[in-house]
């Protein structure tokens, strides 16, 4: 998935929260990505994905 496509499917699954995921995000990965950082790393995935899956539980 490129970056362009990460950041419009958190963009869409956020904005029902109210949490705004910007153009400005999409140019911080890219700036990140280009100086060979890690825009999207792993373990901050995995671990929003935990704190999902536990809200997910207890609020549904």
Known sequence: MSL???HGELR???EPLG???GPEILAQ???LAQHGGQP???DALRRLAV???ELATSCG
């Open 4 to 6: 362009a496509q990460a």
């Open 12 to 14: 869409a699954a956020l």
């Open 19 to 21: 949490i705004e995921v």
């Open 29 to 31: 990965w890219k700036d």
């Open 40 to 42: 999207l790393p792993a």
């Open 51 to 53: 704190v999902a899956k």
